[in-house]
């Protein structure tokens, strides 16, 4: 068992087991405490300038998948097809380019750009910019392509990038896990951190633990809808809709996100019969840990694909989930956005 799952397993509450709080891990709370405090540290020391146009966060305050990446693409077509012209910021995790900001192109290497950040620009043709400086990312963005709207595609404790809004997804099943922070907890801020942020997004219909952890805070519901397939053969993508995709039956699938289980019950209910591999988040595949049988259809998430492209094979197949959310929420973007401009 690796450390990652390990700490899951004490993290958040193992529903089968009856239990509904996890694992407190008390020898770890001096821990918990220093990282509070340097958290705390962190956000004093940080006071940014405000930048001359819109900066919304999408982030959690978990560690691991929760879907925020599925929103920021989703909150940037909306914002393309009502004329704006958005770009994508990100930290670039997995990522080493020779040199940042690094402008993120459908030729880009995922061991420079990083997986999510080559993922967003495959999925959206949207400028993408990576930097562990955010903030030079965005302005980067705003001087080579004009963007009048930056997304950032986490980055809520990342303190030295201004922002104009915070939107925080949640994990509709595993929500707030034990509610400690690290290495007590899956947290890298306390549960009070929601009351801050101006939208909270829970991922998926919320389950008792995370009605009970979140309550009235939840603003929003998102689902995350099984819409593509995709195909790669070297820079050229083949984009399918959903009814002429692989053959409903067996198939392997793969997937190395925070969240594994997530994306194999999406394919279970498209009819599929699963055979997992899970691997840890931002996992780099080899084409050796993939030679399976060479006729089954191997199915992975669009994160995992793109790591694939240098030894993609007929077989294999890449599901795109886009996110859908009420209108009232992209009526709160909206509203956003013109008191932005008054201001």
Not at 200 to 224: I, R, T, W, Y
Not at 328 to 340: G, N, P
Request: hydrophobic fraction near 35%; include cysteine; charged fraction near 20%.
């Amino acid at each position: 068992m690796s450390l990652e799952d390990w700490l899951n397993k004490r993290w958040y509450p193992a529903a089968d087991e009856g239990s509904d709080t996890g694992i407190p891990l008390p020898l770890l709370a001096p821990l918990e405490l220093a990282f509070r405090q340097g958290s705390r540290l962190r956000k004093l020391r940080n006071q940014p300038e405000p930048l001359s146009v819109p900066v919304i966060v999408v982030g959690n305050i978990t560690v691991g998948g929760a879907g925020k990446t599925p929103l920021v693409a989703e909150l940037g077509r909306w914002l393309q097809e009502r004329g704006h012209n958005p770009g994508i910021i990100s930290r670039g995790y997995g990522g080493r380019a020779k040199h940042y900001p690094y402008n993120v192109t459908a030729q880009s290497h995922p061991l420079e750009s990083g997986d999510e950040p080559l993922m967003l620009h495959l999925m959206t043709g949207l400028p993408v910019m990576v930097s562990p400086k955010r903030a030079e990312a965005a302005e980067a963005l705003i001087a080579e392509h004009g963007c009048d709207v930056i997304i950032s595609d986490d980055g809520l404790q990342h303190y030295g990038l201004w922002r104009s809004m915070e939107i925080c997804v949640v994990d509709g099943q595993r929500g707030l896990g034990n509610e400690h922070l690290l290495p007590r907890g899956p947290l890298r801020e306390s549960p009070e951190r929601l009351d801050s942020v101006d939208m909270v997004v829970v991922n998926g219909h919320p389950s008792p633990l995370v009605e009970s952890q979140c309550g009235e805070k939840a603003d929003f519901v998102m689902e995350l809808v099984p819409s593509l397939w995709h195909q790669f053969n070297l820079d050229q993508t083949s984009t399918l809709k959903l009814e002429s995709g692989p053959e409903i039956g067996p198939c392997h699938g793969v997937a190395a996100i925070g969240n594994p289980p997530r994306f194999f019950n999406a394919l279970r209910h498209l009819g599929y019969t699963v055979m997992e591999m899970a691997f840890p988040d931002h996992h780099q595949f080899s084409q050796q840990e993939l030679q399976l049988d060479g006729e089954t259809p191997v199915i992975m998430t669009m994160k995992d694909a793109v790591k694939c492209r240098d030894f993609w094979q007929s077989h294999w197949w890449a599901m795109e989930a886009r996110a859908q959310l009420p209108d009232l929420f992209y009526q709160r973007i909206h509203q956003h956005l013109e008191s932005f401009q008054t201001a």
